[in-house]
């Protein structure tokens, strides 16, 4: 299993983003989603509350099966997890989606998210051959989407009253960017 390297700082390779394993990544992720709040603006409640690992593969499996997702960590070079998502891609129209990102709290405000989301962004355009790629992320959640707007996204639409949290409707907002916006930058 090879890893895909990327994020530079002071030219060094600092981040690289590797196949999930489930019985490395797992305990991470779950420490990462540490509370309703953040396990909704996550995944949307589409797990409960709090993940359970089996719940969470087998939702990875049935994505995999009916939409093509892979899931991938963003690892330091230690091998220290900082960040996950999953990606698919249309081969029919060439459309790649991001889903379920989340990052470290302990890395977040620090431009991990943004870096692992250029690597990720990269990785898309360059070895899936994906033309554009998109993601949606409640409009509530400003630090992701602020994050995403950093590594090169653009708000495409948005749908209002979308999703229902405890006594609140929150907005989702789709952003997108396309290999030709991004012009195979890696680091900036």
Known sequence: MEAWNCWK?????????RPYIESEDYPHIASWIDNER??????A????YPILKENLHKMLEQNAVEWTDCAYVATENDGTAIGFF??????SNNAGFFKFVIVDQRKRGKGYGQAMMRLAVKYAFEITGAEFVQLNVFDENAAAKHCYEKAGFTQRSITKNAFPYQDELW????????????????DS
């Open 9 to 17: 700082r002071n030219g060094k390779r600092t981040m690289r983003i």
């Open 38 to 43: 953040i396990h909704a603006l996550w995944c």
């Open 45 to 48: 409640n589409r797990l409960p």
């Open 86 to 91: 999953v990606y698919s891609v249309d081969t």
């Open 171 to 186: 907005s989702r907002c789709n952003m997108i960017i396309s290999k030709g916006v991004w012009g195979g930058r890696e």
